[in-house]
């Protein structure tokens, strides 16, 4: 069973930079899209950042210029570099790996604790 475990969740002051990595059990067929979602207490899961089997990457507007997602295949980590951090960026985050078209199984962490607080 393929697992995906998150760390380097934590509180920071806003302003602030953290980064989150992701080690993914097993190399997983290149088709898939790796990347990040986060839930914040009482709003719906949103997907923040997107790397596609190209290498290329996708942000949804709130992070874009602040976040980047990047991996290490040699390693089978994901990362997600979060600088300038906001209150508003507090949630759960967690990683992913999507299969385009639900053809393979699609795969989720449980999920690293964000808080950007003073």
């Known amino acids: 069973q393929v697992q995906l475990v998150e760390s380097g969740g934590g509180l920071v002051q806003p302003g602030g930079s953290l980064t989150l990595s992701c080690e993914v059990s097993e190399t997983l067929p290149g088709v898939y899209e790796m990347g990040w979602a986060r839930q914040a207490r009482g709003k719906q899961l949103e997907q923040v950042a997107t790397?596609?089997?190209?290498?290329?990457?996708q942000y949804i507007d709130t992070v874009k210029g602040r976040f980047t997602v990047s991996r290490d295949n040699a390693k089978n980590t994901l990362f997600l570099q979060m600088n300038s951090l906001e209150s508003a960026d507090t949630a759960v985050y967690y990683c992913n790996a999507i299969s385009p078209g639900g053809v393979l199984q699609n795969y989720w962490g449980r999920g690293a604790l964000v808080t950007v607080s003073s």
């Open positions: 790397i596609r089997p190209s290498g290329r990457p």
